[in-house]
């Protein structure tokens, strides 16, 4: 058994017990254990891990703890790089896109609302969305920690709200996608690409009174869904109005 002294900093906070929030604790280590394990004992998912140091070096998640080790563990940083010195950090994304569990459904679609890549279904499989998240190098988000632990998961965050449209504004503010918004170009049912169409190739899809009043239309490319300006068109113009005031404030 070995004694390990742990300072968990920023939103790493949010996981653990009170009385050691924001403070240093001492913690009993039980055999030949990783720095990871204790961690995720803790209840602190990896994903959310961007820096950890060990008696003030580097380390990476297999280190094994030795008696008197001080562990200075902090959050992945959304505006703060610190690739060059991290050891638990994963190769940076090239593109953000997403994947979601089955309780963010509402998030999704505001997600695909302001224009980003996001995979959701409501029977989505714990095992599948890790795998998911792992081959396509998706960040996974859910508001289960026991999922973002799956060792098959690299990007990942908890998502601390639990109303979507607060839910939306902390993803963006966390990724700092403030300036990657894309309004009205996915598909809100499948997710796929939309793109502009003439009247003609999608007439039959339309009712009477759509056909005769609006001019300019879009389709899906994946599952052929059409869009135009209608009355709902700018209902979502005034939450995505609202959503990009919030994000400036």
């Known amino acids: 058994m070995a004694t390990a002294t742990f300072r968990c900093y920023g939103s790493l906070n949010d996981f653990i017990s009170p009385k050691r929030r924001h403070v240093p604790f001492t913690h009993?280590?039980?055999?030949?254990?990783?720095?990871?394990?204790?961690?995720?004992?803790?209840?602190?998912?990896?994903?959310?891990?961007?820096?950890?140091?060990?008696?003030?070096?580097?380390?990476?998640?297999?280190?094994?703890?030795?008696e008197g080790d001080y562990v200075s563990v902090y959050p992945a940083f959304a505006e703060l790089d610190v690739s060059a010195v991290s050891l638990v950090q994963p190769a940076p994304l090239t593109a953000v896109r997403f994947v979601l569990d089955v309780h963010l459904g509402t998030l999704a679609s505001h997600l695909r609302l302001m224009g980003f890549d996001t995979l959701y279904r409501n029977d989505y499989a714990d095992e599948e969305l890790a795998r998911i998240s792992h081959n396509e190098r998706r960040i996974l988000l859910t508001r289960d920690r026991g999922l973002l632990m799956r060792s098959l998961v690299d990007y990942g965050y908890f998502v601390r709200y639990t109303n979507p449209p607060r839910q939306l504004i902390e993803v963006l503010h966390r990724f700092t996608l403030v300036d990657s918004l894309r309004p009205f170009t996915r598909c809100l049912a499948c997710n796929?690409?939309?793109?502009?169409?003439?009247?003609?190739?999608?007439?039959?899809?339309?009712?009477?009174?759509?056909?005769?009043?609006?001019?300019?239309?879009?389709?899906?490319?994946?599952?052929?869904?059409?869009?135009?300006?209608?009355?709902?068109?700018?209902?979502?113009?005034?939450?995505?109005?609202?959503?990009?005031?919030?994000?400036?404030?």
């Open 192 to 249: 796929g690409a939309l793109t502009p169409v003439d009247k003609a190739a999608v007439q039959e899809q339309l009712p009477p009174n759509v056909l005769t009043y609006r001019h300019q239309f879009w389709r899906c490319r994946q599952c052929s869904r059409v869009y135009w300006e209608g009355t709902h068109h700018e209902r979502m113009l005034r939450f995505v109005d609202d959503v990009r005031q919030r994000l400036s404030r």
């Open 28 to 66: 009993t280590v039980g055999g030949r254990v990783s720095v990871k394990d204790v961690i995720e004992s803790l209840g602190i998912p990896h994903p959310e891990v961007g820096l950890l140091l060990i008696n003030s070096q580097s380390a990476a998640f297999s280190q094994v703890l030795r």
